[in-house]
């Protein structure tokens, strides 16, 4: 069983940053690639960015240049840098997990984000 954990996010004002985290349980961190998404209120969940096991990295056109991606196997956690923060980026951030799949299996219960203008 996995278990993920988000933490960090919060209300801030365009241009600042926070550092979202991702906790997870159980064995197959080190191996799964990990993403993190988000949904803003009417809208449909999107792909932020996403981190294989082996530290690869891929982001949203939107998010390039302002977040970033990490993960710490030793921790088992998974992070999500955001700076310059605008409105546009509000919504509840997921993490989740791909192992064997190749899907999208486990997934956190999210972390409400909010930018201010």
């Known amino acids: 069983q996995v278990q993920l954990v988000e933490s960090g996010g919060g209300l801030v004002q365009a241009g600042g940053s926070l550092r979202l985290s991702c906790a997870a349980s159980?064995?197959?961190?080190?191996?799964?690639?990990m993403g993190w998404f988000r949904q803003a209120p009417g809208k449909q969940r999107e792909l932020v960015a996403t981190i294989t096991s082996g530290g690869s990295t891929n982001y949203a056109d939107s998010v390039k240049g302002r977040f970033t991606v990490s993960r710490d196997n030793a921790k088992n956690t998974l992070y999500l840098q955001m700076n310059t923060l605008k409105p546009e980026d509000t919504g509840v951030y997921y993490c989740?997990?791909?192992?064997?799949?190749?899907?999208?299996?486990?997934w956190g219960q999210g972390t409400q984000v909010t930018v201010s203008s």
């Open positions: 159980g064995n197959i961190f080190k191996s799964s690639t």
């Open positions: 989740a997990a791909r192992f064997l799949s190749g899907r999208y299996d486990y």
